[in-house]
Structure formats: C-alpha cells, structure tokens
C-alpha cells in the first residue's frame, strides 16, 4: 500500500513531445487506485462500524441512564417500605404492649376478686363449721345431761337401796337387841 509520502514524492518522467510518459502516469494511478479503493472501502467499513459501536454507546448509555433510574427508584421505595415496615413495627409493638398492659390489670382483677371470693367463701365456711360445732356441742352436751341424770338417779335408786338395807340391818339389830 502507498504512503502519503510516497504519493508525494512521485515523479513523472517527460514525455518526447513535452508532457509526462502516459504509461507511468496510469500505472502509477493504477496503483493509487487500487490502494484508494483498498483505503475507501475499509474507511467505509470502519464508519459502518464506528456508527454501530456509537450507536451501541448510546444504547448503553441510555440503558445505563434507565438503570440508574430504576436503582435510584428502587432505593427510594426501598427507603419507603423501611420507613413504613418500621412505622408497622411500632404499631404493632405498641398494639401489644397495651394489650399485654390490658391483660395484666385484667389478671390482677381476676386476682384481687379470686382472693375477695375466696375470703368470703372462707368466712362462709368458718361460720358454718362453727354452727356444726355449736350443734355438736349441743348435742353432746344434751347427751351428757341426759346420762349425768340417768347415774345420778341410778345413784339415788342405789343409795335409796343402801340406805334401805342400812334401815333394815338397823331395825334388825334394833330388834335382836330388844329381844
């Protein structure tokens, strides 16, 4: 392939009549002509090639534009489902910290009317042991009343007895005395 230096370094030799030699001229252009087309169809190939890699360029510049904007959306909604997941967080540990509170003065209620129950039931139940034990106790008291009074009259029929025998043995010995 010719260099531009050799293009310009090229001379012609006269011709006998006073012009260039017709022959060197188109052989030499010959030569240019095939390396020119060689050039223009390769410079050709080259701007096809230069406009579909500028043309690729901008197809990732523009995908690359695209996918800046779908990361810089996506960190805010990022951004925005954190802000609502925490808001959602707060309110539920705040839902169940007053429903915990809630159960808590619940249980302590249910506690303190267990115990008032049970306090009264317990009283209840004292009472009516005492009433038992007043009825037992009357009953054997009765019981013991009616048997004090069954020995003391077998004693009294026992000492009705003695002392009848005691008469007897008396008037008897009386008697054998008087005899």
């Given at each position: 392939?010719?260099?531009?230096?050799e293009?310009?370094?090229?001379k012609?030799?006269?011709a006998?009549?006073?012009?260039y030699?017709m022959?060197q001229i188109?052989?030499?252009l010959?030569?240019?002509?095939?390396?020119y087309t060689s050039l223009?169809?390769?410079n050709?190939a080259?701007k096809?090639?230069?406009r579909v890699?500028?043309?690729k360029?901008e197809e990732?510049r523009a995908v690359?534009?695209?996918?800046?904007?779908?990361?810089?959306n996506?960190q805010?909604a990022a951004?925005d489902?954190?802000?609502r997941?925490?808001?959602?967080?707060?309110?539920?540990l705040?839902?169940?910290q007053?429903?915990?509170?809630?159960?808590v003065?619940?249980?302590?209620?249910?506690g303190?009317?267990?115990?008032?129950?049970?306090?009264?039931?317990?009283?209840?139940?004292?009472?009516e042991?005492?009433?038992?034990?007043?009825e037992?106790?009357?009953?054997?008291?009765?019981?013991l009343d009616?048997?004090?009074k069954e020995?003391a009259a077998?004693?009294?029929?026992?000492?009705?007895?003695r002392?009848?025998?005691?008469?007897k043995?008396v008037?008897?010995?009386l008697a054998?005395?008087?005899?």
């Amino acid at each position: 392939m010719l260099t531009p230096q050799e293009i310009q370094d090229q001379k012609f030799e006269k011709a006998v009549f006073g012009g260039y030699d017709m022959g060197q001229i188109d052989k030499f252009l010959d030569a240019v002509l095939s390396d020119y087309t060689s050039l223009y169809k390769e410079n050709a190939a080259l701007k096809a090639k230069m406009r579909v890699l500028v043309d690729k360029i901008e197809e990732y510049r523009a995908v690359d534009e695209e996918l800046r904007k779908t990361l810089y959306n996506a960190q805010i909604a990022a951004k925005d489902t954190v802000s609502r997941a925490q808001a959602e967080a707060e309110r539920i540990l705040r839902e169940a910290q007053e429903k915990a509170a809630k159960m808590v003065a619940d249980a302590e209620a249910r506690g303190a009317a267990l115990c008032e129950n049970t306090e009264t039931e317990t009283v209840a139940a004292a009472k009516e042991v005492i009433v038992q034990l007043r009825e037992r106790a009357e009953t054997m008291r009765e019981r013991l009343d009616t048997e004090a009074k069954e020995e003391a009259a077998e004693i009294v029929r026992q000492a009705s007895l003695r002392k009848r025998s005691a008469e007897k043995i008396v008037i008897r010995g009386l008697a054998s005395k008087c005899r």
